[in-house]
């Protein structure tokens, strides 16, 4: 195996380290195939990316361990690779890189970034974002036509109001509808709009679409407008997602969402899908909107639904227990096992939606909580707070400032 190889690209030369390396052992695709997949989708992946400042999601010990979210770009770095300074809410602020042209994909894939997360704004204004993102979250037990259905709904709404619904599979459970938008309005005002999206949505098809924030509370398909928030991201279009089949993030046309599986959208279907009919998404830089309908009807439908607020913390509006914490989802499900074992009885009363499994951010990666929702079970029968089957800090040594 050579220790690198250099890909020429863009006018600019980006070196490969361990360019053997498989990276998705089912198709035996390599590190080298992942960059020159992202090469020959380079027109389509960067109008994603392009000017906007991403998060490196890092898979140095490849898909089936987590990655590590690196928000500061590496202090050795090619002079042409830029950065914009972002602020976060800890007070911190990161260094973080922005990509502008093909080589600069290629760099941050070599850095073991499979899927790219940018930000939904552009370098030269951080605070006024370009883009509203819906993320369709089915809860278990959805099936895909549903989530297909509540897609629809999102785009009825968003054309409703005067704004180009653009779909395109996750490349994981969901499916994300994103619209551009004049960068006339402040993070604040984006979340609500597509906040708005999500309880319209709701108003229109209640029976297969929730916009309720607390998990266990959600039925059917969770209209996620929180991914609006300043300092989230998504996996952008043409992103390759860290399954063992190489799924892709692919852009759609309406036409083809109707009847689109996500499990068809590999990476080397993909390839073959661009070199035949390009990009789906080619006229989306020209479509950008107002805001200013939605905000509107914010104004028409009233505030929002808040949570019930106790004493301290949130006060509970359904049974839970939580079951684990843990650094790795692996390390999660085999504490809930354990639970399982212990309480076979309650397990026979819980339907597929009352395992909630969390993956929560932390400094730099994502940890896990495992909690059940015991509301099917008779309240003679549920099982009190235990000791946790796991119990990591994910805090543990972190000074307030740490971001």
């Known amino acids: 195996m050579p220790p690198s190889q250099v890909v020429e690209v863009a006018g600019r030369e980006v070196t490969v380290t361990n360019p053997d390396r498989v990276i998705f052992a089912d198709g035996g695709h390599t590190k080298l195939d992942l960059v020159r997949y992202y090469l020959a989708v380079a027109d389509g992946a960067l109008r994603g990316v392009v000017g906007r400042p991403m998060i490196l999601k890092r898979f140095v010990k490849g898909i089936d361990e987590e990655a590590f979210f690196q928000k500061r770009a590496p202090k050795k770095r090619p002079e042409w690779i830029e950065t914009a300074t972002l602020s976060y809410r800890s007070g911190t602020t990161a260094d973080e890189v922005v990509v502008r042209d093909a080589a600069g994909i290629a760099y941050v894939v070599n850095l ?19 883009e509203l993102r819906i993320d369709l979250d089915p809860i278990p037990g959805i099936d895909w036509q549903q989530i297909l259905d509540v897609a629809y709904v999102a785009k009825e709404v968003l054309e409703d109001h005067g704004l180009a619904a653009w779909p395109k599979t996750s490349g994981s459970r969901g499916f994300h509808v994103y619209t551009r938008i004049d960068p006339d309005w402040a993070y604040r005002d984006v979340r609500l709009a597509a906040q708005t999206v999500a309880r319209e949505v709701e108003n229109r098809a209640p029976d297969i679409a929730t916009s309720r924030w607390w998990k266990e509370e959600r039925e059917g398909v969770f209209v996620d407008f929180n991914q609006n928030a300043k300092d989230r991201t998504v996996a ?4 390759v997602r860290a399954r063992p089949d190489a799924r892709v993030s692919t ?17 080397p279907t993909v390839l073959e899908r661009y070199a035949a009919i390009g990009d789906p998404w080619a006229g989306m830089d020209d479509s950008s909107g107002s805001l200013q309908p939605l905000l509107d009807l914010a104004k028409q439908l009233g505030p929002a639904e808040k949570p019930p607020k106790g004493v301290g913390r949130r006060q509970q509006t359904m049974p839970l227990i939580e079951i684990a914490r843990s650094k790795t989802k692996d390390e999660a499900m085999a504490g809930l096992e354990r639970w399982k074992a212990r309480h076979p009885s309650v397990v026979g009363h819980l339907q597929p939606p009352d395992i909630l499994v969390d993956g929560m951010r932390g400094r730099s990666s994502i940890w896990y909580r495992i909690r059940i929702n015991l509301r099917h079970v008779p309240e003679a029968e ?19 400032l740490d971001g």
């Open 251 to 267: 852009p759609l046309t309406w036409d083809e969402a109707a009847d689109c599986r996500p499990e068809e959208y590999t990476l």
């Open 112 to 130: 073991g970034c499979l899927d790219l997360n940018p930000h939904p704004v552009q370098a030269e204004d951080l605070d006024h974002p370009d």
């Open 236 to 239: 952008s279009a043409y992103s």
């Open 382 to 400: 549920r099982p009190s707070q235990e000791p946790l089957e796991v119990d990591y800090d994910p805090w543990a040594g972190m000074t307030p």
